[in-house]
């Protein structure tokens, strides 16, 4: 079955700082899209991506869509301690179906 | 309601014990997801209602798992004879079309707990 895959699985970062996280699909992606979950909390919808190659910004996170729709990466620029949390990318097949997730990228942010 | 809401927040069972979890989804949100999620992982997808139809279920872990949308509107998930393996928060998610463009919203979740 599809499996997604992300690295790292922690990211320790210095505030100011810029990483990246990166997903990997199995199989070929109808649409990925990123979810953020404070601790405690539950997913939050940051984005989806649908096109091959597709770049979208928003604000200090730069999200990108691989060539071949097997991949992604989120990108975030002068990390914040409101940064922190799990990033997850999570893959859908077809349009309207079930999406399957990373295990996620756990960022800690150092002031 | 402004959000989907899941109910009850918290659920202690003792090992054997039958619970129901329910899932309040935003107002005309067709398709609805079931998802758990184990401590320090990623969430499994349970089951898929569009609207009252449950279109995939193939996530479900057992035949102890049993999931209804009978109106469209609200869900229940149903864990029958739980095991301490089914410790989990219970994540419901809704979107209001069946394609997901806008992203699916998630309920707080039901934190179970088999002991």
């Known amino acids: 079955g599809q499996q997604v895959m992300q690295i790292p699985q922690y990211q320790h970062v210095q505030e100011g700082e810029d990483f990246t996280t990166y997903c990997n699909s199995s199989t070929t992606l109808s649409n990925i899209q990123w979810y953020k979950q404070r601790p405690g909390g539950h997913p939050v919808f940051l984005i989806q991506?649908?096109?091959?190659?597709e770049v979208k910004k928003q604000k200090r996170l730069t999200f990108q869509f691989g060539e071949a729709k097997k991949n992604s990466s989120l990108h975030i620029t002068a990390t914040q301690t409101t940064d922190v949390g799990t990033y997850f990318c999570a893959g859908s097949e077809a349009a309207g179906n079930k999406l399957t997730f990373g295990g996620g990228t756990r960022v800690l942010v150092k002031p | 309601g402004a959000g989907v809401s899941q109910s009850p927040r918290y659920k202690v069972a003792k090992r054997g014990q039958d619970v129901a979890l329910r899932c309040d989804p935003i107002?005309?949100?067709?398709?609805l997801f079931w998802y758990q999620q184990a401590l320090g992982q990623g969430p499994e997808f349970l089951t898929y209602?569009?609207?009252?139809?449950?279109?995939?279920k193939s996530g479900l872990p057992s035949d102890r798992f049993f999931a209804e949308r009978p109106e469209g509107s609200v869900s229940t998930l149903k864990i029958q004879r739980t095991q301490q393996e089914d410790s989990a928060v219970y994540l419901c998610?809704?979107?209001?079309?069946?394609?997901?463009?806008?992203?699916?919203?998630f309920g707080s979740g039901t934190r179970l707990t088999v002991v």
């Open positions: 209602f569009q609207n009252e139809a449950q279109l995939d």
């Open positions: 991506l649908v096109k091959s190659g």
């Open positions: 998610a809704s979107s209001l079309e069946d394609r997901g463009t806008y992203g699916y919203t």
């Open positions: 107002s005309g949100h067709v398709s």
